[in-house]
């Protein structure tokens, strides 16, 4: 069965740097449509970028962009979320995601949350002023 395991998330002051991880097993595509959410309480899990496992595409939310890079290890089925220049906005609890195929990164929906299958247990990210 497929699992997703997150970890990297920490506190850092704004401007700093950390670098999120999900590993992945059970998979049985070439490539599959994953992303990362975050949330914050009291509000819905908020899409930051999707991408194809293997490789290809990567859409980021535009508050994102230029910031956060997503990368791929293969050989240890991981994928990584680089995010620099962190803000107080980008504080949560982040969730990798995968979705069943690749057909969840069309067309946008990569944002929704209801069109993914498996998820990770969340790092908390913590971003101070």
């Known amino acids: 069965r497929v699992q997703l395991v997150d970890s990297g998330g920490g506190s850092v002051q704004a401007g700093g740097s950390l670098r999120l991880s999900c590993t992945t097993s059970?998979?049985?595509?070439?490539?599959?449509?994953m992303a990362w959410f975050r949330q914050v309480p009291g509000k819905e899990r908020e899409g930051v970028v999707g991408?194809?496992?293997?490789?290809?595409?990567?859409f980021y939310t535009d508050s994102v962009k230029g910031r956060f890079t997503v990368s791929r290890d293969s050989g240890k089925s991981t994928m990584y979320l680089q995010m620099n220049s962190l803000k107080v906005e980008d504080s949560g609890m982040y969730y990798c995601?995968?979705?069943?195929?690749?057909?969840?990164?069309?067309?946008?929906?990569?944002?929704?949350?209801?069109?993914?299958?498996?998820w990770g247990q969340g790092t908390q990210v913590t971003v101070s002023s």
């Open positions: 995601a995968a979705a069943d195929g690749h057909g969840a990164c069309i067309d946008g929906r990569w944002s929704g949350s209801r069109n993914f299958d498996y």
């Open positions: 991408f194809y496992s293997g490789g290809g595409a990567t």
């Open positions: 059970g998979f049985t595509y070439h490539s599959n449509c």
